[in-house]
Nanobody, 122 residues
Framework: QVQPVESGGGLVQAGGSRRLSCVASGRTFSMYAVAWFRQAPGKEREFVGGITRSSSTTYYADSVKGRFTISRDNAKTTVYLQMNSLKPEDTAVYLC???????????????WGQGTQVTVSS
């Protein structure tokens, strides 16, 4: 079982950048797709983007396309979410999820981290 743990959240000014990390335990990390979701207070969990196990494909929500970049280092069992040009509406808890395939459908992911808070001030 792969268990992800997120880090890197914090307070950032609008227009700034932040990089989140998702470190996953387990030798089979490279066999899984990894996705980032976010959840703001009072809102439903939202797919941000994800990466396939071989890094051959990344996919992003329209709201972050061109601003966020996902990459992975299987040797370090880590996936990164580089966030640039941050906006106040990006404020949320960001969660990392691991699953057999890349999809926007949250229930398809078998393991979730606890999340890391990102707050973007205007």
């Amino acid at each position: 079982q792969v268990q992800p743990v997120e880090s890197g959240g914090g307070l950032v000014q609008a227009g700034g950048s932040r990089r989140l990390s998702c470190v996953a335990s387990g030798r089979t990390f490279s066999m899984y797709a990894v996705a980032w979701f976010r959840q703001a207070p009072g809102k439903e969990r939202e797919f941000v983007g994800g990466i396939t196990r071989s890094s051959s494909t990344t996919y992003y929500a329209d709201s972050v396309k061109g601003r966020f970049t996902i990459s992975r280092d299987n040797a370090k069992t880590t996936v990164y979410l580089q966030m640039n040009s941050l906006k106040p509406e990006d404020t949320a808890v960001y969660l990392c999820a691991v699953g057999p395939g890349l999809t926007q459908h949250a229930p398809a992911y078998s393991s979730w981290g606890q999340g890391t808070q990102v707050t973007v001030s205007s």
